[in-house]
């Protein structure tokens, strides 16, 4: 089958990988002039099935509220723009945020990521792409002891639903991850995901996408989507800005971008962007910079190291489309950063960056057929597009081969908003 991918960031380059690996003729149709160069060029770099409890949460309402005026808070939605679509966002969002949607949303979320997790795993014994892997686990750490009871409970529901995570002492945080040390006299606890990893999700896509390309798979850069030509229930052919392009099916992997095309089409994807930022710093002193991946929960902040560098990214701004920086936000993430590893590196040096995560209202992506017969999505995984790109991918390569996905898709489509 010819089989088009609209855009290459890291769901996109692992849906093509699968597919070419299925045996079908895979064309990627992409603005930019390599792949991974959007939301996937500077995240948290985390692939941690830890973080499946979705924002949708009850706790979250009152924690935005106490937020709400801060410019440097972890989460600011701007209300007072005149933008519907966040309006309507918005109320599905805090439809999800009670107690039973949360732990569906979990359980949803959960599924994809531990089976991405363990494609990923499967994926680098078959191919040898550097990208700073590294399979130290993810250590979560709490200052505010009733954040941490907090974060008791949620493990407790990720443990019985097959996610692996252990409450530690910060005695035993330390000798996890002894570069904590400055920090340690403020924090309360923390808690382990022995078996989550990081990585850098630009090096992995670019090497999996020459690595698809040296399979066949025809990546198409700096050519961008303009529109469709429709057929009934089908999609006859994708415009390009290069010229139209015909195929038996059209897998939409354009991040925040999927929404404005597939309202195009008639569909209704409630994908909104949520900008985060990143600061990645050049490390000066090897013992001060942590191995294990970090997540300093109350500020919504990540830490990665990639190899020679410290990747420190988080926070999240409803405010559109535009991933233009705020300092406000990009030198909070700085600011949290220093006071955990004070000494790591040259934290004036560090390279900022924003990003647009696709999120849906449930954190849930969306992977699956559409009611246009030819046409699949995989997009909307907002905080996770890194930890769920190689098992969506996998899971919707199978999807459209004909054969049943090795995961329970129930709750994954487009279906589910009606
Ligand atoms: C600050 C921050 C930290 C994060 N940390 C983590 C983390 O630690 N772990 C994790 O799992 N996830 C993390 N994420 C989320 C993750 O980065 C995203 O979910 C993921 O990158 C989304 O990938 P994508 O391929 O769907 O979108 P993108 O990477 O945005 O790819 C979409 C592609 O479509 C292309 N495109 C768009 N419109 C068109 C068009 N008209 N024509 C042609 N091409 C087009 C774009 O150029 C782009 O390359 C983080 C995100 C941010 C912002």
């Given at each position: 089958m010819k089989v088009v991918v609209l855009g290459a960031g890291v769901v996109g380059t692992a849906a093509v990988w699968y597919l070419r690996q299925s045996g079908h003729e895979v064309s990627v149709i992409e603005r930019q002039p390599g792949a991974g160069l959007e939301t996937s060029f500077a995240n948290g770099g985390q692939v941690s099935?830890?973080?499946?409890?979705?924002?949708?949460?009850?706790?979250t309402p009152f924690q935005a509220l106490k937020w709400l005026?801060?410019?440097?808070?972890?989460l600011i939605f701007k209300w007072w723009r005149y933008d519907p679509e966040l309006w309507v966002w918005l109320l599905r969002f805090l439809a999800n945020c009670t107690p039973g949607r949360t732990r569906i949303n979990t359980d949803r979320t959960l599924r994809v990521a531990l089976y991405s997790r363990q494609c990923l795993q499967e994926l680098r014994r078959e191919v040898d792409i550097d990208y700073d892997a590294k399979t130290l686990g993810i250590l979560h750490v709490y200052r505010d002891p009733s954040a941490f009871a907090h974060a008791i409970k949620a493990a407790e529901l990720m443990a019985k639903l097959g996610l692996k995570r252990e409450a530690k002492t910060v005695a035993e945080a330390l000798a996890i991850e002894p570069a904590l040390g400055d920090a340690a006299p403020e924090l309360t606890g923390a808690i382990f995901t022995p078996d989550d990893e990081s990585g850098d999700a630009h090096k992995f896509t670019q090497g999996l996408a020459a690595q698809a390309a040296a399979q066949g798979a025809l990546f198409c850069y700096g050519t961008t989507v303009t529109g469709f030509l429709r057929d009934g229930d089908r999609i006859a052919q994708v415009m390009t800005d290069k010229g139209p392009i015909t195929a038996d099916a059209f897998v939409m992997t354009l991040g925040s971008w999927s929404h404005v095309w597939a309202r195009q089409l008639g569909l209704r994807l409630p994908v909104y962007p949520a900008k985060g930022y990143s600061a990645t710093l050049a490390v000066t002193d090897t013992a001060q910079a942590p191995q294990v991946s970090i997540t300093d929960d109350e500020h919504k902040i990540v830490f990665s190291r990639l190899g020679g560098r410290l990747r420190c990214a988080g926070t999240a701004e409803l405010s559109g489309w535009s991933d233009a920086m705020d300092p406000v936000r990009a030198n909070a993430i700085v600011k949290q950063a220093r006071s955990l590893f004070?000494?790591?590196?040259?934290y004036t040096g560090a390279e900022l960056w924003a990003g647009l995560r696709p999120t849906t209202p449930d954190s849930v992506p969306v992977i699956g057929k559409t009611r246009l017969k030819n046409l699949f999505l995989d997009t909307g995984?907002?905080?996770l597009g890194w930890t769920m790109a190689c098992g969506s991918g996998k899971a919707l390569a199978d999807v459209i081969s004909g054969r049943e996905p090795e995961i329970d898709m129930t709750g994954l489509g487009i279906e589910r908003f009606g």
């Open positions: 099935p830890c973080h499946a409890e979705p924002w949708a949460n009850p706790a005026g801060k410019p440097d808070a972890p004070p000494r790591a590196g040259d995984h907002g905080t």
